[in-house]
């Protein structure tokens, strides 16, 4: 069982930064690809980045692009999200997900993943 814990969450005005944390409970971090997801009340569940257990490969949503950037320190067993130019619809809850792997292959997709953190609330104003 891996748990999760997000931090870095707040309100922050458009064109702002926030830099999200995701600290893992776990000796083996580096066997897991690591995701970054957001999610508002109504919606799916939407992928925002994703890195690999190396940290060598990255994922990224267009709406992010250039914007955001993923990054990992297995050392510290946390994976970060730089978020800079946030934009109001940014706005959502970030989780952070953790997904075994045996290489150094990673997805995207949220039903990949085992593991998830409660969550980081994100307010952007405009």
């Known amino acids: 069982q891996v748990q999760l814990v997000e931090s870095g969450g707040g309100l922050v005005q458009a064109g702002g930064s926030l830099r999200l944390s995701c600290a893992a409970s776990?000796?083996?971090?580096?066997?897991?690809?690591m995701g970054w997801f957001r999610q508002n009340r109504g919606r799916e569940r939407a992928t925002v980045s994703a890195?690999?257990?190396?940290?060598?490969?990255?994922y990224y949503a267009d709406s992010v692009k250039g914007r955001f950037t993923i990054s990992r320190d297995n050392a510290k067993n946390t994976v970060y999200l730089q978020m800079n130019s946030l934009k109001p619809e940014d706005t959502a809850v970030y989780y952070c997900?953790?997904?075994?792997?045996?290489?150094?292959?990673?997805?995207?997709?949220?039903?990949?993943?085992?593991?998830w953190g409660q969550g980081t609330q994100v307010t952007v104003s405009s």
């Open positions: 997900a953790a997904d075994y792997r045996t290489d150094s292959s990673y997805t995207h997709y949220p039903y990949a993943y085992d593991y």
């Open positions: 776990t000796r083996t971090f580096s066997n897991y690809a």
């Open positions: 890195i690999s257990r190396s940290g060598d490969s990255t």
